[in-house]
């Protein structure tokens, strides 16, 4: 008897890389070429990516299932994002795939979330096709990229089965693909046909009962809460009564109100559904990530999905500013708390929890960026609140403080080779890589502490005038190299509540980077630019020039200011100090003290006395 059967008219695959290697827009070429589209169709660029904040920023942020039809078998398709801060959902689709497709750009090569992605896909056995994309770059060094990636598999043990792998180049945004450099591709049917050659049909035991993990969740206003994953084992039909095990393996019964499956972008009802397909099923509204929905008679859980620890925390708490609550439709603390933690239901890299102070939560997650896109989403929901600068998180092994690391990979013109280096050093970087390709551009490779980067990206892009490249990945923990400064610079502060005017800011410039601008608010605690030296100031940013009976009144305003770039919500948190909080609400980022009141400031940092005489 047969343990081991095959579902032939299946594939599940996802597209794994760096970020903005290309794998949205292969995705659209996949569509168009499998004929989901009719042949007029509009179709708008990467579809896939649907989300507002996707489409406003060009990158994908959450992965999302679809599926293309190919000579008969109907592959599931899972689009990845390639940035590093969205790591989990990579660790999430990997769950549901029998084989992935590693988009490598054929000019910038193997880059720190490639080999993140590609290790993730290796530790889950995943059959992998290698495609190096965008050969049509000026720039392109396909063979050398391979090279890069054989090393990098061997980097990563990868068996000799692994080593390998079919090899495609392709042109992703032109619908192309070829075996060979010479060839001249016409379409990606070659891509397909491997996918169905080379990826392993998904395989089960067609005597075990229903079985099914749940990798992702979604909400129908139609039929509630969706659970989302592949089936390992077994068959479901509609009004099927199943269990859901959750983390404590306490079974919850649940009856199946609807089933559905990936037909390209759109979901389609079935009556019954097949194992190793994904399926989106309803029916029950308390589900979890990692949960298995199996047969009540005999429950089996399947491994819950691992995923890594989250290494940046911040601090959430609700807006106490002078301007506080006039833009925010949800304010309250049980409203900010609880919108976090249905957050947490959908996103397996973040986590939740109250704060140690009264009337503050924790939230936990891979990168300042992630924490930044959750921040951004609230704030368009109607969410008002504070946040504090995104923290390490820090662990210790016998007495031993640990903290995260990263990989630092920079790629820059020679020139200014020196003062990136001098600039991650004083961040605790040491160099591991130099190399001169002699053309004017170095690579270099350092360690550093995660904390002495957040802030960073900003000033890199100042120092190598905006042609320097920097990529970093998280390397593990490591020793605690000892304490840093997060930024060198003090924080220009308004002392009084009022409105900024011309002649105070005229005045204020030679004291540093302002963020206020004419007519903005301004309370005393706010934080209206960036003192040059490295204390804080308090100043008068409302002070109008005296009148006189010599001068026109009119004249003061006519003051001409240097252009002012307010910060955005990503550079506002990673500019802020320990003491300091940014001021989220529906219309505006404010940055402030924590503490408002100067004279309270000054009480708690005596050292700080002489700042105030300055001002
Ligand atoms: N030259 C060239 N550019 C391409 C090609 N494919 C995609 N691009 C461009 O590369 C950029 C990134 O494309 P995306 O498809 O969003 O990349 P991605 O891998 O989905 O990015 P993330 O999901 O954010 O990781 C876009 O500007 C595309 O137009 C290609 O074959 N050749
Ligand atoms: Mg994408």
Same mark, same amino acid.
């Given at each position: 008897?047969?343990?081991?059967?095959?579902?032939?008219?299946?594939?599940?695959?996802?597209?794994?890389?760096?970020?903005?290697?290309?794998?949205?827009?292969?995705?659209?070429?996949?569509?168009?070429?499998?004929?989901?589209?009719?042949?007029?169709?509009?179709?708008?660029?990467?579809?896939?990516?649907?989300?507002?904040?996707?489409?406003?920023?060009?990158?994908?942020?959450?992965?999302?299932?679809?599926?293309?039809?190919?000579?008969?078998?109907?592959?599931?398709?899972?689009?990845?994002?390639?940035?590093?801060?969205?790591?989990?959902?990579?660790?999430?689709?990997?769950?549901?795939?029998?084989?992935?497709?590693?988009?490598?750009?054929?000019?910038?090569?193997?880059?720190?979330?490639?080999?993140?992605?590609?290790?993730?896909?290796?530790?889950?056995?995943?059959?992998?096709?290698?495609?190096?994309?965008?050969?049509?770059?000026?720039?392109?060094?396909?063979?050398?990229?391979?090279?890069?990636?054989?090393?990098?598999?061997?980097?990563?043990?990868?068996?000799?089965?692994?080593?390998?792998?079919?090899?495609?180049?392709?042109?992703?945004? +032109? #619908?192309?693909?070829? &075996?060979?450099? @010479? *060839?001249?591709?016409?379409?990606?049917? =070659?891509? /397909?046909?491997?996918?169905?050659?080379?990826?392993?049909?998904?395989?089960?035991?067609?005597?075990?009962?229903?079985?099914?993990?749940?990798?992702?969740?979604?909400?129908?206003?139609?039929?509630?809460?969706?659970?989302?994953?592949?089936?390992?084992?077994?068959?479901?039909?509609?009004?099927?009564?199943?269990?859901?095990?959750?983390?404590?393996?306490?079974?919850?019964?649940?009856?199946?109100?609807?089933?559905?499956?990936? +037909? #390209?972008?759109?979901? &389609?009802?079935? @009556? *019954?559904?097949?194992?190793?397909?994904? =399926?989106? /099923?309803?029916?029950?509204?308390?589900?979890?990530?990692?949960?298995?929905?199996?047969?009540?008679?005999?429950?089996?859980?399947?491994?819950?999905?691992?995923?890594?620890?989250?290494?940046?925390?911040?601090?959430?708490?609700?807006?106490?500013?002078?301007?506080?609550?006039?833009?925010?439709?949800?304010?309250?603390?049980?409203?900010?708390?609880?919108?976090?933690?249905?957050?947490?239901?959908?996103?397996?890299?973040?986590?939740?929890?109250?704060?140690?102070?009264?009337?503050?939560?924790?939230?936990?997650?891979?990168?300042?960026?992630?924490?930044?896109?959750?921040?951004?989403?609230?704030?368009?929901?109607?969410?008002?609140?504070?946040?504090?600068?995104?923290?390490?998180?820090?662990?210790?092994?016998?007495?031993?403080?640990?903290?995260?690391?990263?990989?630092?990979?920079?790629?820059?013109?020679?020139?200014?080779?020196?003062?990136?280096?001098?600039?991650?050093?004083?961040?605790?970087?040491?160099?591991?890589?130099?190399?001169?390709?002699?053309?004017?551009?170095?690579?270099?490779?350092?360690?550093?502490?995660?904390?002495?980067?957040?802030?960073?990206?900003?000033?890199?892009?100042?120092?190598?005038?905006?042609?320097?490249?920097?990529?970093?990945?998280?390397?593990?923990?490591?020793?605690?190299?000892?304490?840093?400064?997060?930024?060198?610079?003090?924080?220009?502060?308004?002392?009084?509540?009022?409105?900024?005017?011309?002649?105070?800011?005229?005045?204020?410039?030679?004291?540093?980077?302002?963020?206020?601008?004419?007519?903005?608010?301004?309370?005393?605690?706010?934080?209206?630019?960036?003192?040059?030296?490295?204390?804080?100031?308090?100043?008068?940013?409302?002070?109008?020039?005296?009148?006189?009976?010599?001068?026109?009144?009119?004249?003061?305003?006519?003051?001409?200011?240097?252009?002012?770039?307010?910060?955005?919500?990503?550079?506002?948190?990673?500019?802020?100090?320990?003491?300091?909080?940014?001021?989220?609400?529906?219309?505006?980022?404010?940055?402030?003290?924590?503490?408002?009141?100067?004279?309270?400031?000054?009480?708690?940092?005596?050292?700080?006395?002489?700042?105030?005489?300055?001002?």
């Amino acid at each position: 008897m047969s343990n081991i059967s095959t579902n032939q008219g299946l594939r599940n695959i996802a597209i794994i890389s760096h970020v903005d290697h290309g794998k949205t827009t292969l995705v659209d070429a996949l569509f168009r070429q499998s004929g989901m589209f009719r042949d007029n169709q509009e179709v708008s660029e990467r579809l896939m990516d649907n989300l507002e904040l996707e489409r406003e920023r060009g990158i994908t942020i959450a992965a999302k299932n679809c599926s293309v039809r190919w000579k008969g078998v109907r592959i599931n398709i899972i689009d990845t994002p390639g940035h590093a801060d969205f790591g989990g959902e990579v660790e999430r689709a990997v769950s549901m795939v029998d084989g992935a497709i590693l988009l490598v750009d054929a000019s910038e090569g193997p880059l720190p979330q490639t080999r993140f992605v590609l290790k993730k896909a290796l530790d889950a056995h995943l059959k992998i096709i290698v495609v190096i994309n965008k050969i049509d770059r000026p720039d392109a060094r396909p063979e050398q990229v391979l090279d890069e990636i054989y090393d990098l598999l061997i980097d990563l043990n990868a068996t000799d089965d692994q080593l390998e792998f079919p090899l495609l180049y392709a042109v992703g945004r +032109d #619908g192309i693909a070829q &075996r060979t450099l @010479e *060839e001249q591709g016409r379409d990606l049917h =070659v891509l /397909l046909d491997t996918v169905l050659q080379e990826i392993p049909p998904p395989s089960y035991d067609p005597h075990a009962p229903f079985q099914m993990l749940v990798s992702d969740l979604g909400y129908s206003d139609y039929v509630g809460r969706l659970a989302v994953g592949k089936i390992f084992h077994g068959t479901a039909r509609s009004r099927d009564d199943l269990v859901c095990l959750g983390a404590s393996g306490v079974p919850t019964p649940l009856t199946v109100s609807q089933i559905q499956v990936y +037909d #390209g972008t759109t979901l &389609r009802n079935m @009556e *019954e559904v097949q194992p190793g397909d994904i =399926v989106v /099923l309803a029916g029950i509204e308390e589900v979890k990530i990692g949960d298995t929905i199996c047969n009540r008679e005999r429950p089996a859980a399947l491994p819950r999905i691992m995923v890594d620890e989250p290494t940046v925390s911040m601090k959430f708490t609700i807006n106490t500013s002078p301007l506080g609550g006039r833009d925010g439709t949800f304010v309250q603390l049980s409203r900010i708390y609880g919108r976090l933690v249905k957050e947490t239901r959908r996103n397996v890299a973040i986590q939740v929890e109250k704060g140690e102070e009264r009337d503050s939560i924790l939230v936990k997650g891979r990168g300042e960026f992630q924490l930044a896109i959750l921040i951004e989403t609230m704030r368009r929901e109607g969410y008002e609140f504070c946040v504090g600068r995104p923290e390490v998180i820090y662990r210790y092994e016998n007495e031993r403080k640990l903290e995260p690391i990263e990989r630092v990979l920079v790629d820059c013109e020679a020139r200014f080779q020196g003062v990136v280096t001098e600039k991650l050093l004083l961040r605790k970087g040491k160099i591991s890589h130099l190399i001169n390709n002699g053309k004017g551009r170095v690579r270099m490779e350092f360690s550093a502490p995660a904390r002495a980067l957040i802030g960073y990206r900003d000033e890199f892009l100042t120092d190598t005038r905006g042609t320097g490249i920097m990529h970093s990945l998280f390397d593990g923990y490591g020793d605690f190299r000892g304490e840093c400064l997060s930024r060198f610079t003090g924080s220009i502060v308004a002392d009084r509540t009022g409105y900024a005017v011309p002649y105070a800011l005229f005045n204020l410039e030679p004291r540093g980077r302002l963020f206020a601008m004419p007519g903005d608010p301004v309370y005393e605690g706010m934080i209206i630019g960036e003192h040059n030296r490295g204390e804080d100031i308090d100043v008068n940013p409302c002070k109008e020039k005296k009148l006189s009976n010599m001068r026109a009144a009119g004249k003061d305003e006519n003051v001409i200011l240097s252009p002012v770039k307010p910060l955005t919500l990503e550079q506002a948190i990673s500019f802020i100090r320990e003491d300091e909080l940014v001021e989220i609400t529906p219309l505006a980022v404010r940055m402030r003290k924590a503490v408002l009141s100067a004279q309270k400031r000054h009480t708690l940092r005596p050292s700080r006395l002489k700042d105030r005489k300055a001002a």
